[in-house]
């Protein structure tokens, strides 16, 4: 058991409490409840009275993260870990990682936006990749379970952070580059720069794998040797040829002059990029091309990735885009898919990037046949001034605002018609709003499954 808490109510008897100042709340304050919980000694950050020895340090939060790195990271030499990092395609690259080692018999685990999951264990996380702290612990966890490998979707914040600090890679992926997290970033040179970060957890004999599509990979060519691509034309793992249906895809590509013929259940255009993506990372780590070509029929979406359902004589598709490029990669994909119109809903999250809002109001409404805009976890942000920002990029007059987002769900699936296509973004796997501070259950996919359900009565 790893010796260190960060959180009082979590300690367990003989551990180390380590206050935290952090953004919200002063780990200091719980040094008490820390102590009556168990905690044997206490990392902090000032003198304190206390009737377990405190250490005294300018930073706890990085002496904790040392000494975290020194004490514990050597153990997860024993697990094959691969990285995913990219502003799309992290989540359903990493999870078709997973499935697929396990169709090969294979301990793995995941970590990522689905939470974390190793055989029929499965804990919710707080983040894409959470703090170096339960990453270590979930990590010990893979080992206990006997894990062979873990697949780990990795945040630009989670480089930024070092919240990987300790750990190295036997192959990482790199998807994409398209504008998110401005607000943190600021400019998309420091957001690219972040992601780069991850060949410093690379070693010699790693490999990195690159969308060779994305104009960003030229600079992970640049700075490792041993990268090797995926894409359309002169890649590693080159894609030749697809045919996209609504309900599945044929893929022929080449590797290593080999040519292969797959079917995946996934559709559009973006999720070849995903299934190359897993192809390239499994095929790396060892395993025989043609079975995996074998299994790819097996493998299913994550929750919330182009979940499509059959609504009247349409189809109402659940995923998570959020961005500008994923709404725009979604709408598009799917435009060329529909016989008949592309209904699109979709909001933006508060207290969070407004430079994104217009951009995606744009692109909703230039591509869609119809939008309905409405509320995506607002936060403690008015929800009126978020569609202000939205609308202010629209330029057609093919759309409507429903503020309340089940409301909003109700009002598109009563649009559909004959072979219509009704596309539900932003919220993917997520079965909550945002609302203030308060988590209030609203699922996408639920309402779905419940507005067939009541037209069936």
């Known amino acids: 058991m790893i010796k260190y808490e960060t959180d009082s109510r979590k300690v367990k008897p003989g551990q180390t409490f380590v206050a935290i100042n952090g953004y919200t709340v002063d780990g200091h304050n719980y040094i008490d409840s820390a102590i009556k919980n168990g905690a044997t000694s206490i990392i902090a950050e000032k003198e304190v009275e206390a009737s377990v020895p405190v250490t005294v340090t300018e930073n706890s939060a990085k002496y904790f993260q040392e000494k975290l790195v020194n004490e514990y990271s050597k153990d997860f030499k024993r697990l094959k870990l691969v990285g995913i990092t990219g502003t799309n395609g992290k989540t359903t690259s990493a999870y078709l990682t997973y499935q697929m080692l396990n169709k090969f018999g294979k301990k793995a685990a995941y970590m990522g936006t689905l939470g974390f999951m190793c055989g029929d264990y499965y804990e919710e996380l707080p983040n894409t990749s959470p703090e170096i702290l339960t990453i270590y612990k979930l990590l010990e966890f893979s080992l206990e379970k006997k894990c062979e490998y873990v697949i780990m979707e990795i945040s630009s914040h989670a480089l930024d952070l070092k919240r990987i600090e300790g750990l190295s890679f036997e192959v990482c992926a790199f998807t994409n580059l398209t504008e998110d997290h401005l607000d943190y970033h600021k400019t998309m040179e420091n957001y690219l720069n972040c992601k780069l970060k991850i060949l410093d957890y690379l070693k010699n004999t790693s490999v990195m794998l ?75 780590l060892g395993f025989a091309a043609d079975e995996i070509v074998k299994f790819t029929k097996e493998l299913k979406q994550p929750k919330g990735r182009c979940e499509t359902y059959k609504v009247k004589d349409g189809f109402a598709v659940v995923d998570y885009a959020h961005t500008p490029d994923a709404v725009l990669k979604v709408v598009t994909a ?36 119809y939008v309905i805009f409405t509320n995506d976890n607002p936060r403690t942000e008015n929800p009126e001034n978020i569609m202000k920002d939205i609308l202010a990029g629209v330029k057609k007059d093919n759309y409507e605002v429903c503020l309340d987002r089940r409301e909003a769900i109700k009002r598109a699936l009563d649009m559909i018609k004959k072979d219509d296509i009704v596309l539900l973004l932003g919220k993917g796997h997520e079965d909550y709003q945002i609302l203030g501070h308060t988590k209030v259950h609203l699922d996408d996919s639920e309402e779905i499954l419940k507005y067939v359900s009541s037209i069936k009565e």
Do not use: W
Request: proline share 3%; glycine share 6%; charged share 25%.
């Open 210 to 284: 690159v969308n060779k599509d994305d104009e960003a990979s030229k600079k992970f060519i640049e700075r490792f040797s041993n990268t090797k691509t995926f894409g359309i034309g002169n890649a590693d793992y080159n894609i030749e040829k697809f045919d996209i249906h609504p309900d599945y895809t044929n893929i022929r590509f080449k590797v290593e002059n080999n040519i292969y013929q797959a079917t995946t259940n996934l559709t559009s255009k973006f999720n070849i990029y995903n299934y190359m993506t897993m192809f390239a990372i499994v095929h790396e």
């Open 334 to 369: 799917y435009k060329e898919l529909a016989k008949a119109r592309v209904i699109t809903l979709v909001g933006c999250g508060g207290d969070r990037d407004p430079m994104k809002r217009p951009i995606m109001g744009n692109i909703a409404s230039d591509y869609s046949d």
